[in-house]
């Protein structure tokens, strides 16, 4: 831990020393009115950096830079953009420690989650490369007398938009696509995790990336956000948030009719069968809502456990909610790091007190640990109706909330009784009840048997109000092109 600390100084000094800017057209740029905000360290809320406050007018000049690279990169072969994301793979992985390092300093997450999230975002880059090559590529349909070509070509500038969550990986996973697409664009990152940004489009620029074809804003959603979700030479908004800033960053750019492709909340739940390998149960579920400090959107929020081995199986998982390392980040064994900042941890801490009111049991955690740094205990809620708020509420935090269900009708009524759509996991070893469940589980991502397992090439995204499109394979080039049809006579 002592030595990551030295490196993490090492690595932080810069960003304290030059700020985080903008970067636009191949530049960084402070916010054309000279504003700042701070980002703080959760370890101990220490300012990390002064970050640019960017509005309208930083948001306006990042768009025109778009807007000029669009007609090059547009044009540049699919072959040749492949070759400079890919170098752009190769450059993340170059520096995977040093992003590693400043997300965790940055958001609180850990380390042995960060170092792998900076290489899948390596992977999303590698990955969607690949496809550049072919992404126009369509079909040609005939008829006896005309000839149809179909074919897709970049829809144009786009905004991306990003939570504070695990913020490298995620923008890479919507920019690396509108980039392979040949789309350019503007990204707004979450306002209390800016640092990451900073580095991946210094790493795109100096791995050949064309500048003007990434550019960054930092600032609030309620201006910086908002102007790239009005502003008219944006074509397509990619949102990774929260459910209700989705619904406003609909209306908003409702006006100029956008394109918009939304990841949002979830309470996903696990449901356990009394058949199940509970051993295996236990240790995803616990992994699934205490790994990533349970800020995840694909956290598995909700524990429904049939009611013969409910008491076993909570009496399982608050074990290992006991055991749990909650520590610094940077600390190779800590699994549990500070949540992002203290308005989200005063957040978090709120469903405490509303669990006790609503008479839940706290069978672990439930407290603030410590009194620096917003650290809170692995939580774990037992004795649960559905109707409760840490039922139905995205806690976004170590808290894991368990109702019993006594048979299959019971578990899919609970289950589907929430306003998201996100993520299930469902454990039984009754492969004809997992083909039933499956098929009327309101989700959009299942899993079963198995923890979040990400395969690239699959669908990513919910239904409800967990999300609208999906990432992943060639879904995430048919949001950032355009389909177009030529028919000629034969
Ligand atoms: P948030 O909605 O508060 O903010 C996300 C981004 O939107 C930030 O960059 C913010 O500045 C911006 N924003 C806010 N208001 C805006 C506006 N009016 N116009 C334009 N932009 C605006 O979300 P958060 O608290 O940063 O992130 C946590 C949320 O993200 C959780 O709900 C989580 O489930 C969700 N999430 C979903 C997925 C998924 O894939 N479904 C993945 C990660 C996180």
New binding site residues.
């Given amino acids: 831990l002592e030595s990551n600390i030295a490196q993490a100084r090492e690595y932080m000094a810069r960003f304290a020393a030059e700020g985080v800017m903008n970067h636009i057209d191949g530049e960084n740029v402070p916010a054309k009115s000279g504003k700042t905000f701070q980002t703080v360290c959760p370890v101990d809320l220490s300012k990390l950096a002064e970050v640019a406050k960017g509005g309208e007018a930083d948001i306006d000049a990042a768009v025109a830079a778009a807007k000029a690279a669009f007609p090059v990169w547009s044009k540049t072969p699919g072959a040749e953009r492949r070759k400079i994301l890919i170098k752009v793979a190769e450059a993340i992985e170059a520096r995977a420690e040093e992003i590693a390092f400043t997300e965790c300093m940055d958001t609180g997450q850990a380390l042995r989650f960060m170092s792998k999230a900076a290489m899948r975002g390596a992977a999303n880059f590698r990955f969607f490369a690949d496809q550049a090559p072919a992404a126009e590529d369509g079909a040609v349909t005939r008829t006896p007398t005309q000839m149809n070509t179909t074919s897709r070509r970049p829809i144009g500038p786009v905004g991306v ?5 695990t913020p490298f990986m ?1 923008s890479t996973w919507k920019i690396a696509p509108a980039l392979a697409s040949g789309c350019t664009v503007v990204h ?4 209390f995790s800016p640092m990451t940004a900073k580095l991946l489009v210094e790493i795109a620029e100096s791995a050949g990336l064309p500048r003007g074809v990434l550019n960054v804003v930092n600032g ?3 201006d910086a ?2 102007r790239l ?1 009005e502003h008219p030479d944006i074509k397509a908004i990619a949102f ?3 459910s209700r ?1 989705g619904s ?2 609909m209306a ?1 750019g409702a006006k100029t009719l956008k394109r918009v492709h939304f ?4 309470k996903n739940p696990v449901i356990v069968f009394d058949d199940a390998d509970l051993e295996r149960a236990v240790d995803a579920a616990t992994f699934m809502i205490y790994s990533l400090n349970g800020e995840r ?1 694909t956290s598995s929020s909700r524990l429904l456990v049939q009611d013969s081995i409910y008491d076993d199986v909570t009496a399982r998982v608050a074990e290992v909610a006991r055991r749990i390392k909650v520590g610094h980040p940077l600390d190779p064994d800590t699994v549990v790091g500070p949540l992002i900042h203290p308005e989200h941890e005063a957040k978090v801490l709120s469903y405490f007190e509303k669990a006790r009111e609503e008479g839940a049991t706290i069978a672990a955690g439930g407290d603030k640990i410590g009194e620096a740094g917003c650290y809170v205990a692995p939580t774990l809620f037992t004795g649960a109706t559905n109707d409760m708020a840490v039922a139905q509420e ?1 806690i ?1 935090g170590p808290v894991l909330t368990a109702i019993p269900f006594k048979d299959e009708e019971d578990a899919l009524a609970i289950a589907n009784d929430v306003q998201y759509g ?1 993520a299930a996991y469902l454990w039984t070893n009754d492969l004809n009840r997992a083909m039933r469940m499956t098929d009327s589980l309101e989700a959009g991502m299942m899993w079963v048997n198995s923890e979040n397992i990400r395969h690239l090439p699959t669908p990513f995204g ?1 239904v409800k109000a ?2 609208i499109g999906r990432d992943g394979g060639d879904w995430s080039f048919d949001f950032y092109m355009e389909t177009v049809n030529v028919s000629f006579p034969r």
Avoid: D, R
């Fill in positions: 938009i990003t939570p504070w969550n995620l707004k990152p979450a306002e609030f959603g309620e956000g908002k979700t990774v948030g929260e800033t406003m960053i908003q990841e949002l909340g979830g959107c995205e976004f996100l919910g967990s999300g």
